[in-house]
């Protein structure tokens, strides 16, 4: 992974090996801030004011702070630049700031904080593992872009001792919910569905995005709350997200599936196209 030369913080590009965080900011001390991970192709941010919508909620959710969509937009634009990008992996990322060393904020101003790092392609498939912890889907950050990311971090991590790039949780109801950075959907006797948002999975922006194109392409695709178990049972299933787009699972928990089954490939067929036009 190439760092980032220039970052963007508290409102001016810094070289990134000068640029300072406090020691005392909440984000780093408890975990107290929101992000946003967008990419750009060609120089062009995609989806900018839906991820901009998104980090609005999250703030009016914890109580933080937003930037003006403005500054949002110059700030990714800045680091592109600067890092001379034209596909791009983009990061902003808000904090309370400096806070006291328990859960009280303080009284001062928000970090904030934007990088962009070259894009990076992921492989054809992906590799699929149920973790074994659960997502509280009444937790207060439920739905939240939240920087608290330890459970992410570490359900990814026993994916990863067990050779795959991706893990999915289900939620305190046994329920499918979604994966450390995506979302799923899975292929349940021909049928397409996806966990609802009503299953603390993230209101993903591509996640959205699929909902439309297959909505535009005629094909049927249900928000349905799902036992866990449809792992076991379906016969496809592919993660969303902002970086992956619609990225086909090739194993999930040791079961293989079609990668890419019919459906997969023509909801790929679908996005392009709903996306390109």
Known sequence: MNPPS???????????????????????????GVFETLVARAGRPFAAHEHYLRLVRSCETTGLHCISEDTFNTSIQAVMQANQLQDARVRITLTSGDGPLGSDRGPGQGTVLVVATPLKPWPPTENVYLAPWTRNSRG?????????????????????????????????????????????????????????????????ITRQLVIEACAKADIPCLEEAMPVSVLEECEEAFLTSSTRDVH??????????????PVTLAVQKAFAAFTQA
């Open 248 to 261: 086909p699972i090739a194993m999930l928990s040791g079961k293989p599936l079609r990668s890419p089954g």
């Open 140 to 204: 207060a950050m439920a739905g939240v872009k939240s920087v608290s990311y330890g459970e992410n971090v570490r359900a990814l991590l026993y994916a990863k001792e067990r050779g795959c790039g991706e893990a999915v949780v289900a939620n305190e109801l046994d329920q499918l919910c979604e994966g450390t950075g995506s979302n799923i959907f899975v292929v349940l006797d021909g049928r397409l569905k996806t966990p609802p948002l009503s299953s603390g999975c993230l209101a993903g």
């Open 6 to 32: 220039i970052l963007w913080l508290n409102g001016s590009l810094q070289p990134a090996h000068e640029a300072r965080l406090s020691p005392l900011d909440h984000g780093l001390l408890v975990g107290d």
